[in-house]
């Protein structure tokens, strides 16, 4: 489903990845590890399409499809998801508004009409039941004085309404405490599906005793060094990340 | 006819050439203005004679005043005398027949304003008989209004059929001597509308030029009086979301609002004149003067504007709070975009005891646009226990455009509570990037995060006239990302 190949991309003057490839088939789960500053979340940016990075060498394709070209929103109705690390506040902005408008731009990008506001509705408490969400949140600004752990519930609502093909979920273990992480884990099992692929960003492996990854990859100075099974994990908790800048520099 | 205005265009006719006057009455007044030009006005409109002696004392008084520069708005000197102060309506036979023969661009525009289809023909300007439906409604408005006892007619009617009423209150908000452009409206007003709410009366609709008869051609110095009575309550719409175009560059409006003991007025505006082209050539000049005056106790008067169109703006709607326990409010989204100037604000005037105010002005500027608040609270020193909280926020698209904040604050009393805030944000990149990542176009996230930043004064439109505002901030702002 997703093709990186010897990614180079560089943010103003500065090259983040160097070289990086990843193949993430449908059905599987990936975690991406890394200590600060290895380029974790440059990767998401840049699957995603954020402007301030430029990709200077390598191609990403997506369903066979070159992905470089394409616009944010073009990828997003394709059915790339970014959970944000740090998800921003739109003041004013109704958070079920927000996401009736992203959830009619993908559907007309698919040739089907607007979602019915009752469905909507309906579908929307559904997953908040699920998240364990407080329902007035739909009505709330856009995670307008949102707690963290109310924020990352809310990317993981969005992701459930939206039905993405991949997923990249950029630290959403950041900052949640232990109820919050279990919802959040919870909400991303139940999206765990054959014809979906997950990409989780993560510094701890704390996450990953709740989301269990088929595969795991750790980065360094912006490409992968090495990549395992869950095990890995462990290890890498056992040893720390600096065994793998060992490795890398040695290798 | 009265014995008065017949001597009146017996001067007129002397003073010009025979016959002039049906001359005017179809062709208009040759530019230009002094004594005669507001006899001929007045004649025109066959005004009683204190109408006539109020318009030449403004004139008198205009001529001694000096232009105002104080404005954060700049243009070329205006030459008054190269302009007309009566235009005759437009003959039938002058205006477009059909939808078809109409501007597409025009008609483009009314499609995304979601404008009904016959809505447009009146608002292009079609020939009135092309016009179906308008006529029965307004027949069918008037009537459940005159059983109300409301009195909504134009400004001239009302001087021929409730002059009492037009001659107790005109000039009673907003004195001749004003200011520079209301002393000229003063003189030269062309019409405008005239409210009277009786005593306990809630009127039973929401008031809109819209359906005032006669409201063609109401020229470029309109003037407008509402007057509620003890216990009464008005919302009243003024404008319209569709593009207006004028071929007068300049607008000098007059509006003066009297609420007595009880009364509530409720005053909404969107202003949506042509703003000149994307380089900043030509628009409107619109110098306006709103006032409103809570006269009696416990009144209240509530403007709100959303105002999108023009070159330059200046227009500060205000509150005299004279009556004790009385309320002022005032919501207003202001956008600029291109090359206009929008210098625009309120005024609270707190002289009664416990009055209270509040003010809500939320400034969007985008390409090189220059948007100011300019707002003052006063507190006089009788007015004990006044309060204000005064909220102004600024919205920037872009990096040529500018935002401008000058709050003005005289407190002569130790008891007002004052509070002021003041935010100036840019829609960031983030909030941008956020919403495309979640596949919503750059052009839809701006007006997104528009709307959101001005949702607290949209919550005070009428409904009907929010989703309007919505959809014009969304066509005003067109091209201001990308």
Redesign the interface.
Known sequence: MLKIRNLDASIGDTQILRGLSLNVNAGEVHAIMGPNGSGKSTLAQVI?????YVVTGGSITFKGEDLVPL???A???EGI??G?QY??E?????NA??LK??VN??RK?QGLGEIDAFEFLKLAREKMTMLDMDPKFLHR??NQGFSGGEKKRNEIL?MAM?EPELAILDETDSGLDIDALKAVAGGINALRDPARAIILVTHYQRLLDYVEPDHIHVLSEGRIVRSGDKSLAHELEDKGYEWLQDIASAG | MSVETENLEQLVNRRYAHGFVTDIASEGLPPGLNEDVVRAISALKQEPEFLLEWRLRAYRQWLEMTEPEWAHVHYPRIDYNSISYYSAPKSDKDRPQSLEEVDPKLLETYDKLGIPLHERARLAGVAVDAVFDSVSVATTFKKKLSEAGVIFSSFSDAVREHPALVKKYLGSVVPQRDNYFAALNSAVFSDGSFVYIPKGVRCPMELSTYFRINAANTGQFERTLIIADEGSHVSYLEGCTAPMRDENQLHAAVVELVALDDAEIKYSTVQNWYPGDENGVGGIYNFVTKRGDCRGTNSKICWTQVETGSAITWKYPSCILRGDNSVGEFYSVAVANNYQQADTGTKMIHIGRNTSSTIVSKGISAGHAQNAYRGLVRVMPQASSARNHTQCDSLLIGKDCGAHTFPYMEIRNPSARIEHEATTSKI????M??????????E?AVN??V??????VFNELPMEFAVEAQALLNVSLEGAVG
């Open positions: 995603a399409g954020h402007d301030d616009a944010p929103e990828r997003a109705r998801f970014l944000f998800p921003v739109i003041p004013g902005v109704n508004y927000l408008a992203a731009a993908k990008h600004g856009v969005q939206l | 960031s990149a983030d909030q990037f956020y919403c495309r990542q979640r596949g919503i176009s750059e839809d997104m995060i709307n959101g930043f001005c949702k607290e």
